[in-house]
Structures are given as C-alpha cells and as structure tokens.
C-alpha cells in the first residue's frame, strides 16, 4: 500500500538507548517536520542493537561509531543534536539523503513498509 507521504523509518543509536536517543529522535523529528518530512518512524536503541532494527530503516543517526557494517546511510555525527554545532548543515545533509531515498523510490513506500 502506498501513501503521498510514504513513511521512513530512521533509526536514532546512542550508548544506553534512553536519554540522549530521545533528545536526538525528538529534535530529529522537528527539524525534519519543518523540510516536510513528517511521515517518520523513529526507534531508538543502543549502538549494538542497530542490526536488530537496520533491515527495515531508510538511516541510521547515531552518536558514537558504529563499528560493524549496515544496508543504509549512517550519519555518526549526531552528537551535532547535542551541542547545536553544526545541527543546521547535519540536517541538510539528512534530509538530502531521505530525498534520494524518496526519488530512488519514485515517491513510493520505502524500506520501513517494504
């Protein structure tokens, strides 16, 4: 089933998974809200659980390095969420990747409804 805002499904990776995901998914989804893009779906999880959430996810936004290999873009300067420096040109880069995602896709549902 396909919509006009098709979903895209980010996964947002710190070191515990709890407070400092949250504070990138909530700003993450605000930012990206207001270049359009508000059909999201954002899990939240610790660096090592990426692979449980990745084979479904259009990125991964994470503060710390991923050490192993995924299927998606992986943005791993998220900590730009934190400290505000750079957020602006990190969000752009983002949002350039979904649009890629969304052409690659001729507009359609992507890899999160797959």
Sequence with gaps: MTSAHPTLKIV???GTGIATSTHVAVKLRELLA????????????RVP?????VHDADLVISTAQVPFD???PVFTNAIAFLTGI???ELVEEINGTLDG???EN???QT???R
């Design 12 to 14: 947002v990776a710190c």
């Design 34 to 45: 207001r270049r359009g893009k508000e059909n999201l779906e954002i899990v939240q999880c």
């Design 49 to 53: 659980e990426i692979t449980n959430y």
């Design 70 to 72: 995924v299927p998606v």
């Design 86 to 88: 750079g957020i602006d």
């Design 101 to 103: 995602i969304l052409a």
């Design 106 to 108: 001729g507009g359609q």
């Design 111 to 113: 890899n999160a409804r």
